[in-house]
């Protein structure tokens, strides 16, 4: 072995046995404890709180919590029936809306769009911008949008589609541009060379393998909007409703403005039916990422 080549060895040595003395000094270690206090201090107070919520709405699990309206005479019969279809009808308007639109614009800002104009750089600033932007924003959008549609009453189906849309649309168009990045630019270059046009390649090589991931981005993303409250609020979403929704423009309640509404009664028993769609909502948006989850296990590609 050579001088040089020993020299080099135990300069190596060194630098590894000084960069672990560094590791594991006292304040990398205090910092380590800190984050890892922090993490199972924020994880223990959910599990409390959804035992906690859990055990308040236990007595109410039945059948009527399902199959029945809210009720002003016997509230320990309440159900939140017109919340659960109109959260659902909301969930189908909203992906109508907002999934086919924030899918268009992705592909169009990722596979089209020149990013050396000045108008592109100001449309992707503020597209990162929206989605930091409060939801109570996305209900007056919704509200003027629907005057500018000549609708009289916002508290509709399509309100709350539009509220809800504009609020996930941000998030489905940077997903789907993330899941179009993923792909591997030689499927790209391949099809290209085969002599297939722009369109072509994207609409039959890129976006069939970015699949998984838009998917995955959707789905979150409804998710998100199915415990929103806030815009449905402004649009004007009832608190109670005694009758199923039928279109686009009935006028329906929503699962989290019904359980807005109830926390704020004084009877125990709305208190207790509360607590109990609470866990219905979460159940909702837990079987959604579920879902999510296993949409991304399965179409998931590895490049």
């Not at 104009?117 to 939801?135: D, G």
């Not at 769609?277 to 399965?298: D, E, F, P, S």
Request: hydrophobic letters at 50%; zero cysteines; a neutral charge.
């Amino acid at each position: 072995m050579s001088v040089a080549t020993k020299t080099a060895r135990e300069t190596v040595e060194i630098v590894r046995e000084s960069g672990r003395d560094r590791d594991r000094n006292l304040a990398s270690i205090a910092f380590l404890v800190g984050l890892w206090f922090s993490l199972f201090f924020g994880v223990m107070v959910l599990v409390v709180l959804i035992l906690d919520t859990a055990i308040s709405g236990s007595s109410r699990f039945d059948a009527n919590l399902l199959t029945e309206y809210i009720s002003r005479i016997s509230p320990e019969t309440s159900g939140f029936r017109a919340g659960i279809l109109g959260t659902l009808w909301l969930m189908v308007a909203t992906a109508v809306l907002a999934v086919p639109l924030g899918i268009a614009a992705a592909i169009w800002l990722e596979e089209f769009s020149d990013n050396t104009k000045w108008y592109n750089r100001i449309l992707e600033v503020n597209l990162q911008n929206l989605a930091a932007v409060p939801s109570i924003v996305y209900g007056l959008l919704a509200v003027a949008t629907m005057t500018l549609l000549g609708f009289q009453a916002t508290g509709i189906v399509l309100g709350g589609a539009i509220a809800l849309a504009l609020l996930i649309l941000p998030v489905i168009i940077i997903t789907t541009r993330e899941a179009l990045r993923a792909v591997p630019q030689d499927i790209r270059q391949g099809s290209l060379a085969l002599g297939a046009t722009v369109w072509q390649t994207t609409w039959r090589q890129t976006l069939p393998s970015a699949i998984p991931g838009i998917s995955t981005g959707t789905i979150l993303g409804i998710s998100r909007a199915i415990g929103e409250a806030a815009p449905l609020v402004v649009v004007g979403l009832a608190g109670s409703v005694r009758f199923d929704p039928t279109g686009i423009t009935s006028v329906i309640t929503a699962l989290p403005q019904q359980i807005y509404s109830l926390t704020s009664q004084s009877q125990e028993e709305y208190q207790t039916a509360a607590s109990a769609a609470i866990v219905v909502l979460l159940v909702m948006v837990l079987g959604l990422n579920a879902l999510a989850i296993v949409i991304r296990n399965k179409f998931q590609r590895t490049w």
